[in-house]
């Protein structure tokens, strides 16, 4: 149903034939020439992530900025961050499929791409903050010569077995939305190599009313099993600070509120690469302003669940005449890190209510730039949480102070670059849009549109 | 798109002439609930208040969360809410006098709250709190609490009369428009409010979660007085022909979504405060684990949450009205013992107790409540017969 005056989720004058050709020929033609520049900028950037592990395998953690007392440092900073990230793709796919919201079909595709791509840059961290990750399969449960079990009631464990379950159902979920746009590709490619290997993808797809029937089942029973991950996967993750005592990270408040900065990012992700690549690609009559709108709508009501975590921290620091508590907050207010903490109210509280202006709502540009506040500033709230909880905490003689090295920082922004890289390729070989499901809703918005543009 | 359309829809919705003997019992039900809990203030003036607190608190959680719904209805544009819109607005009505029946809770102030009483000064934590936790700054804020919600329901109801009346299409987005911040406000309001009228009970514990925990039961016990209201009229004219199936459905899908909500906020709360073990927090808990009070959280875990929640799955069972309605029903029996559980343990610090006067003064508000609400329900169409949603709702599978 559209309310009236709503732009449309398809732009007028689309057929299904035409859906599927204009989807299936980014990836069947040639790149133009800044998807080279692009994907090679990204790639370099892999290399230097590859460098700096070598090195860090080689010599240690220690080439990081971790000391004691901040013994969690940029790695589990980036990790929270990521994962985050990687929450909208999954809430898009099924949580909005189960409330039978249509317009999410344009921006699924690639929004459950960004997810994958994002837990396995988040996956990266644990594994190298162990700091010999050829051991890290400790992690898991399996019963050994040594007789150690790993701690159960400790939630670092919990995300183990929280993380890959994501990693794998959000896979799953990718995969067989995939299947029937595999097989639209292996009818259209030329090339033999590219016929081959989309056939051989789409598992002999045919497209007969028993397919259709077993994977409309298959989607939705992946829908259910996807959904309460959405919420668990970021709910032990801040359990991993909440179930501590330290104040700063000992707070109940902690899942909801997580969960609720995790899709507030991954939103802000998901608006960082549709604005450009709708441009780039010519995909405005998809990816339509009605989608952005709806998008920086979430944006917005996240963004103030998490607003409204910080108010309830500050309070509930002060009400609870707990003296260490109300230190944390006042040395995150005037403390030595108190410009990262202003930087990150700025981003993620004050930039985000421009999002109440319909204008910026519906200006590609202008959400754009909310976006990449929102991305810095998700950022820099985990690197508060991390860093001047643990920074000053119990002990004066214990305290001290922490900074990224190079080393660190080559890391994070190779992670970026991982992450850039894997777009573009995903990009280059798979339809960004899913095809059929565009096809499936184009008869429904064309039909309406002569009511809507009608003076 | 300001163009006024004429009224989309013939069929006319008045309320039923049944409303008025119900409303009719239901003073009735007032008048024997409140001369009972006069008897028991005369008898026992502290377990008056604090029985008296529980139940204000009780009915102000479902009049409280049906505007929270309404705002909820606004803001996402669904058919879902058009049905029930009426009865939402109704309700949200009665928060101004809801704020009248407060008063004797300010009387017996020192009754019910450790830090309104005189050796409260000897106790340095709540000494800290002072500035916040003061007989002023108390009712100051119950006011503005009742205050700013009383508006929020007037405003959003006067518009939705105005549709009816005029018809007029940029009304739909005037309601979005007020229910954004509206939604916002009310969420802070009501945490601060949980924090007054209940965590300060215990006034050395606090828990940052405990303002979203109130929040979800609210939103469970406005629903389930929302599905018992719905099941009562679709067995009535006008609304017979008018609830389907398909409304339930979304109402049972809503109120499954809530008790995970609810479900969700109490296993955080409790498993980070279990975990860290501090003696400033885990008193709280081990109160409600010792001295027959283990005994109502298992119902609550049982309850509120494993049957209810199972029962909800079925999607015949939301499809079924009444089966809908049983449900519905034990789940705002539930909201009860959850309040009773939140508030009584820390009265008196000792054994599980209830008293004769829970009943009677949760009768003698819920009698005058429930008749508010139908005096207000009475006086509109049950429907929102201009609604550009109307025929969507209407159609609803």
Known sequence: MTAPGKPPIVAPGHTPGSVTDQISSIVLTRMPRWWWAAFGASFALVMMLLYALTKLVFEGTGIWGLNIPVGWGFAIINFVWWIG?????????????????????????????????????????????????????????????????????????????????????????????????????????????????????????????????????????????????????????????????????????????????????????????????????????????????????????????????????????????????????????????????????????????????????????????????????MWLERFVIVVTSLHRDFLPSSWGMYAGTRWDWAIFVGSIGLFLALLFLFIRFLPMISIFEMRTIVPKTQAREPDEVSP | MSEPTASTHERSFPPPADLDGLQSKAWIAAGIGIAASLAGWFLDPTQFYRSYLVSWIFWLSVAAGCLAILMLHHLSRGAWGLMIRRVLEAAARTLPFLAILFIPIVLGLEETYVWARPEAAADELIQHKAVYLNRTAFVFRTVVYLGVWSFFAYGLSRLSLRQDRTGDATLFRRMQVISAPGLGIYCLLTTFAAVDWLMSLDPHWYSSLFGVYFLGGQGIAALAFVILVALYLAQREPMAGAFNAGHFHDYGKLLLAFVMLWTYFAISQLLIIWSADLPEEITWYLERAHGGWKWVSILLVLFHFLLPFLLLLSSDLKRNAKALGKVALLLLAMRWFDVFWLAAPSFEHGHLSFHWLDLATLVGLGGIWLALFLGQLKTRSLVPVNDPYLVEALDNE
């Open chain 1, 85 to 377: 990230i990687g929450h909208a793709g999954t809430l898009i796919s099924a949580i909005l499929l189960l409330l039978r919201q249509e317009w999410r079909t344009s921006i699924n595709r690639f929004a459950e791409a960004m997810t994958l791509f994002a837990v396995a840059c988040a996956g990266l961290f644990p594994l190298i903050h162990v700091g010999r990750p050829w051991l890290a399969y400790w992690l898991l449960p399996y019963p050994n010569t040594m007789d150690i079990w790993p701690q159960f009631r400790s939630p670092l464990v919990w995300d183990v077995f929280a993380v890959t379950t994501y990693a794998t159902v959000s896979l799953l979920f990718w995969y067989v939305g995939l299947v029937p746009d595999l097989a639209t590709l292996r009818d259209r490619a030329r090339q033999r190599l590219a016929k081959i290997t989309y056939g051989f993808l789409s598992m002999g797809w045919r497209g007969s009313a028993t397919h259709w029937h077993n994977y409309e089942t298959a989607y939705l029973l992946l829908a259910g099993l996807a959904t309460p991950l959405v919420v668990s996967v970021h709910t032990v993750v801040s359990f991993d600070f909440a179930v501590g005592q330290l104040p700063g990270w000992h707070a109940t408040i902690f899942p909801p509120y997580f969960v609720a900065g995790a899709i507030f990012a991954g939103f802000a992700m998901v608006i960082t690469l549709a604005v450009p690549l709708r441009t780039l690609f010519d995909l405005k009559d998809f990816i339509t302003i009605r989608h952005l709108q709806n998008m920086g709508k979430v944006m917005l009501a996240t963004g103030l669940i998490v607003a409204y975590g910080y108010v309830i921290e500050i309070f509930m620091a002060w009400y609870s005449g707990n003296w260490f508590e109300e230190f944390m907050i006042l040395n995150r207010i005037q403390g030595p890190y108190r410009m990262q903490w202003y930087a990150l109210l700025l981003c993620n509280v004050l930039a985000p209510q421009l999002l109440w202006i319909k204008r910026v709502r519906s200006t590609p540009a202008l959400l754009f730039v909310v976006a990449m506040f929102v991305n810095v500033g």
